[in-house]
């Protein structure tokens, strides 16, 4: 297969979703292929137009239960405000579910942190000053790039630029999924549901190519970020809804438990929005908007 075959247009396919709005950014740069083993792995540039200088870099992983969404669908807008902040953002797509099992998306989103390393110079990028960022299945692959830099066997190196590596400066995980095997239990707890993460079909399953409660436990734990929290970790925001229907509450507080204990205080920041479900509005209001680009200009800028 060419390298020209490989080069998507943007499809509604992946996502149900009204797309991002990008018609009034003036730099953009759309469906760049990071790596040729799939059409999947594309990316979107997105660049300011007045600030100049070496930009810091918010990579968005987009959600979707590991099986659906897209890089330019509506989950984008929310950190599209940082152009207007002097951060480029560059959203990215992966193999979904249905293509390739784990750790394939977890290969791609590092390859993606590879190439925008490696095109630094080209885009004006400061591959010093580097977040991931993403909502469910999104934040949990954020936080999966975001502590193991050093993991080889979370990496394929044959997808391109292996003299770079994948440390990031910062993660910004919104209600992801932290611990697969705990979700159910979880939510019974809370008294929401479905209650259906264990099944044959569920997302978990579906991405880890088998049903999570048959697999052997230490495979699944290595999808996982709470598996690979280490005194270095790197600053994290975490936030999460009380009445998530769909990823339980305590996936978060446990993970941002473990994060201060084990790195340290300072380096997260955790908040519980009240009232809030799965992807609730209040994520993409003004005022918490706010709050997460101010977390980002205090460890990034």
Known sequence: MKKDDMIPAYSSERTKKKPADISMI???HLDIPYAFVSKSQTLDIYLPDKAEGKFPVLIHIHGGAFKKGD?????LTPYLEGLKRGYAVVSI???LSDEAKFPAAVHDCKAAVRFIKAMADTYGFDRNRIAVVGGS?????SAMIALTPKNLELDDL??????FDTQVNACVDWFGPTDFLAMDNQLAQNGLGPQ????????????????ITKLDPSVVVQANPMTYVHPDSPFFLIQH?????????????????????????NRVEFSILKGADHGDPQFASQANIDRVFAFLDRVLK
Do not use: C, T, W
């Open 137 to 141: 299945a999104g934040g949990n692959l």
């Open 158 to 163: 044959g997808l391109g630029h292996p003299e």
């Open 93 to 95: 797509n992966y193999r």
């Open 241 to 265: 809804g009380d009445v998530d229907h769909l990823v339980p509450v305590q996936q978060s507080i446990a993970f941002a438990e473990k994060l201060k204990e084990v790195a340290g205080e």
């Open 26 to 28: 003036e730099i953009k």
């Open 71 to 75: 890089k330019r669908d509506h989950q």
């Open 196 to 211: 259906n993460h264990s099944e044959a079909d569920s997302p978990e399953s579906l991405y880890m190519g088998g049903q």
